[in-house]
């Protein structure tokens, strides 16, 4: 591959997977190894990013259709791309992403009932580049996954077991709709071993072509 050439990797799967920990450090071995990277959050970073985000994540008592929430997230990742992302891949710098479209896939599309074939096509209709080079879902059963969250929950997060179980179900439907896409890693292991294997993936993506 050229070396002036970013690539834009995404870390996502359900909450609790541990994706936040995985993206940091992914991101330190990344630029241990020379690259130019930067990480992001989706939603977020930006400045309208961050107020989506606290719209659909920190206000509970909001009663938002999936729908609505679907076209929420794609704004926000719209901003982020056109500030930031686009950017930093014309300039060579590797993109780590905390979630993408495929976490609106997941929650929306499939667990909310919107269609994950029809956030697709919403992020073909918004988006210049729908697909990341890769996109990893950290797998995780449900109860284990809500074990880990000591912590105040957000709007998402408080929507109970049986959406959670519809949301890891949506992950797994896209990783079979999208293999050239979307991989799949065992996130009830160990941080370590997890991180292992997140590398031995990415790696592929430093190949010379």
């Not at 130019?36 to 659909?56: F, H, Q």
């Not at 990742?77 to 891949?89: G, P």
């Not at 919107?114 to 992020?123: D, S, T, W």
């Not at 988006?127 to 284990?144: A, G, H, K, N, S």
């Amino acid at each position: 591959m050229s070396q002036t050439r970013g690539r834009f990797v995404v870390l996502d799967g359900p909450d609790g997977c541990g994706k936040s920990t995985q993206v940091r450090l992914l991101a330190e071995w990344l630029h241990e190894r020379g690259k130019m990277v930067t990480a992001y959050r989706d939603p977020g970073t930006t400045a309208v990013g961050e107020k989506l985000r606290s719209i659909l994540l920190d206000s509970a008592e909001l009663k938002i259709p999936a729908n609505v929430e679907a076209l929420l997230f794609m704004a926000a990742r719209v901003q982020l791309w056109q500030e930031h992302i686009a950017a930093d891949l014309a300039t060579g710098t590797w993109v780590v992403m905390d979630r993408w479209i495929s976490s609106t896939c997941a929650y929306q599309g499939f667990a909310g009932g919107f269609g994950i074939e029809k956030v697709i096509q919403l992020g073909q209709d918004c988006l210049p580049r729908v697909w990341p080079d890769l996109t990893i879902v950290l797998d995780i059963d449900t109860e284990t996954a809500a074990g880990r969250m000591d912590r105040a929950l957000d709007r998402m997060e408080q929507k109970g077991r049986e959406y959670h179980a519809k949301v890891r179900e949506g992950f797994l439907t896209l990783a079979r709709m999208q293999p050239e896409h979307v991989k799949v890693v065992d996130a009830a292991q160990s941080i370590e071993v997890i991180q292992q294997q997140v590398q031995r993936i990415v790696a592929e993506l430093t190949i010379e072509y």
